[in-house]
């Protein structure tokens, strides 16, 4: 048996890297899974990936899943995603806000029109989907929602800074992440009631991907960085796990699959660095009763 059999998920920016790894997982774990993105044609964008080739390597190895195009920064687009899922395979159990936009430009450089745009897709259409989804989660009393960050969520700290730090260019999609990191924790206690998790992971090293293979992120002919699948498997570990074992996590993909035994070595961040804020806080109301 998989840990998804009967389960119904969405997962956003399903085309290629991390959300394409995530969707054939949990197809192969069982469940029905509708991939989702804006790239539906390998050709329709300049990197290699589209979600006809996802569907079709899940249908493939003798799993379920549909494709349905869906800018997330339009609500009217995220709702069309979710009514297409309940219509083709029931309430959705699992939501994946995987979809990503960034800009590697200096903050000082931006447009407003893009400082916008990064919002709308990294905290805009989480949140919406968040609340469609949960319409179906919370009357089952049940589900679970995972939001992707990113090491950019982690500020420079303080100064004196590098003259050319390599990290200047991050500043907006760094916010946003950061963002979705307090927006995670924030829904969790939200929903924690009503049995629905939410949490949130970044990878602990840059994942080869057509998108960091074409900022530069990691080499081409020699990459170095952490495979999708392992950002897969993690997502998978918080999306089934018991409620109370992830509630409110916001955590590194090596830092939990090594936690459960999945890997024998960590590295980079939740292992070799601290990470964000929201990944090591404790409870509030522990801070306000000590204060």
């Not at 069309?80 to 806000?97: I, S, T």
């Not at 979705?180 to 990878?203: H, K, M, N, W």
């Not at 830092?255 to 804020?277: F, N, R, T, V």
Request: glycine share 10%; aromatic share 6%; charged share 20%.
């Amino acid at each position: 048996m998989g840990k998804l059999d009967g389960k119904v998920a969405i997962v956003t920016g399903a085309s290629r890297g991390i959300g394409k790894a995530i969707a054939k997982l949990f197809a192969n774990e069982g469940a029905k899974v509708v991939c989702s993105a804006r790239t539906v044609r390998e050709g329709d964008h300049p990197l290699e990936g589209s979600l006809e080739t996802t569907v079709s390597e899940i249908a493939a190895a003798g799993a379920e899943a549909i494709a349905v195009a869906c800018d997330v920064s339009s609500e009217q687009d995220c709702e069309r995603l979710v009514k297409a899922a309940r219509e083709g395979y029931g309430p959705c159990d699992v939501l994946v806000n995987n979809a990503v936009l960034s800009y590697p430009v200096p903050a000082t450089k931006l447009s407003v029109k893009r400082w916008t745009r990064s919002f709308a897709v990294n905290v805009h259409g989480p949140f919406m989907l968040s609340r469609l989804v949960l319409e179906d989660m919370a009357p089952r009393r049940s589900g679970a929602i995972v939001n992707i960050s990113s090491a950019a969520a982690v500020g420079p700290g303080r100064g004196p800074y590098q003259v050319r730090s390599p990290f200047i260019v991050w500043t907006c999609y760094g916010a946003a992440k950061a963002a979705l990191e307090r927006f995670t924790q924030g829904l969790a206690e939200e929903v924690y009631r009503d049995g629905i998790s939410v949490t949130c992971i970044s990878p602990s090293e840059v994942v080869v991907t057509p998108g960091t293979v074409f900022h530069h992120l990691v080499g081409e002919d020699k990459p170095q960085g952490e495979p999708a699948e392992y950002m897969a498997r993690a997502v998978l570990i918080l999306a089934t796990e018991p409620l109370d074992q992830v509630a409110g996590r916001v955590c590194y993909s090596q830092q939990i699959l090594k936690e459960y035994g999945l890997i024998d070595d960590a590295h980079g961040m939740g292992s070799d660095y601290k990470g964000s804020g929201y990944s090591r806080m404790g409870k509030l109301q522990d801070y306000w009763s000590n204060a």
